[in-house]
């Protein structure tokens, strides 16, 4: 089993930054990418960010481009979501994931992550 344990998370004003880490122990060498996924109060779980765990390839959601930043230290077993210029609208529980599913069904589908964090909360406040 895939142990993920994400952290950084809490309560910041609009416009200030946080760094989440998640750290993942087990079996992690099947992995082609980490996610990193949010859910807000009434909304459904969404696409944040992802990276390769071997290679530089990353993607985005719109919503987050050129404020958030992902990327990944494979020695400490961590990826990092550093999370600047932050609005309220980005107050929600924030997952990490791992997928071994097949690189050419893309990275953006929660459903084609097979492990996920405890998820920690962030909070924006305006």
């Known amino acids: 089993q895939v142990q993920l344990v994400e952290s950084g998370g809490g309560l910041v004003q609009a416009g200030g930054s946080l760094r989440l880490s998640c750290a993942a122990s087990g079996r992690i060498f099947s992995t082609y990418y980490m996610g990193w996924f949010r859910q807000a109060p009434g909304k459904e779980r969404e696409f944040v960010a992802a990276i390769r765990w071997s290679g530089v390839r990353t993607n985005y959601a719109d919503s987050v481009k050129g404020r958030f930043s992902i990327s990944r230290d494979n020695a400490k077993n961590t990826v990092y979501l550093q999370m600047n210029s932050l609005k309220p609208e980005d107050t929600a529980v924030y997952y990490c994931?791992?997928?071994?599913?097949?690189?050419?069904?893309?990275?953006?589908?929660?459903?084609?992550?097979?492990?996920w964090g405890q998820g920690t909360q962030v909070t924006v406040s305006s």
């Open positions: 994931a791992t997928d071994t599913g097949p690189p050419y069904l893309g990275s953006r589908d929660a459903h084609l992550y097979d492990h």
